[in-house]
């Protein structure tokens, strides 16, 4: 018997949908409304404990892409 997939956490999911966009941040920026600086520092990872709503935001707006 397999066991069923655990789903990915949301901010594995945001740091890795941001490495997929890289060098199309200022529009992901301009469309989910989170600052530029702040979609760097989550990126790379510098702010291991961003605030929820603003992963929120973004995996909104990857959602949406999809």
Not at 32 to 56: C, E, F, M, W
């Amino acid at each position: 018997m397999t066991r069923p997939a655990t789903p990915e956490p949301i901010l594995t999911f945001v740091r890795r949908r941001l490495a997929e966009t890289r060098g199309q941040w200022a529009d992901v920026s301009r469309d989910s409304g989170v600052p530029y600086h702040t979609l760097t520092k989550i990126a790379q990872g510098v702010s291991p404990n961003p605030r929820i709503d603003t992963v929120q935001r973004l995996v909104d707006y990857y959602k949406a892409a999809a």
